[in-house]
């Protein structure tokens, strides 16, 4: 029997099983030398080729694209103007065409004014 200064050993199996047991964070530092800063990139710079022909590369492919834009409005404006100049001709052949038209277009004016209009 144990003597009366010595306290009496706890039953292990019952004291573990009355205090519930709960994970604990381990409370460990990384080296000071591990630390890296965050990498912030924007969409642009993703964008952006970063191989040595990609400057060289978008510089031919906006002047290509400049050059057939400008070659594209030079072929319509030239088709408009035709369009204009013939029309003025056919114009002066067929006044009534000419005038049906001009009606039309103010009643579709007329009309489009009224229109979604709740009585």
Do not use: M, N
């Not at 205090?19 to 000071?32: D, G, Y």
């Not at 978008?58 to 100049?85: D, E, N, P, Q």
């Not at 002066?92 to 065409?97: A, E, N, Q, R």
Request: contains cysteine; positive net charge; hydrophobic residues 45%.
């Amino acid at each position: 029997s144990p003597s009366p200064a010595q306290p009496s050993p706890a039953p292990s199996a019952p004291a573990a099983a009355a205090q519930p047991s709960t994970p604990v964070a381990a409370k460990t530092k990384p080296p000071k030398g591990s630390k890296t800063a965050a990498v912030t990139t924007s969409h642009l710079e993703l964008a952006v080729p970063k191989a040595s022909y990609g400057p060289l590369a978008t510089k031919i492919s906006l002047l290509f694209g400049l050059s057939l834009g400008i070659f594209w409005i030079s072929r319509h404006l030239r088709a408009f103007k035709r369009l204009v100049l013939e029309g003025e001709h056919y114009a002066v052949g067929h006044p009534l065409t000419d005038v049906g038209l001009v009606v039309v277009a103010c009643l579709l004016f007329i009309i489009s004014q009224t229109a979604g209009l709740i009585q």
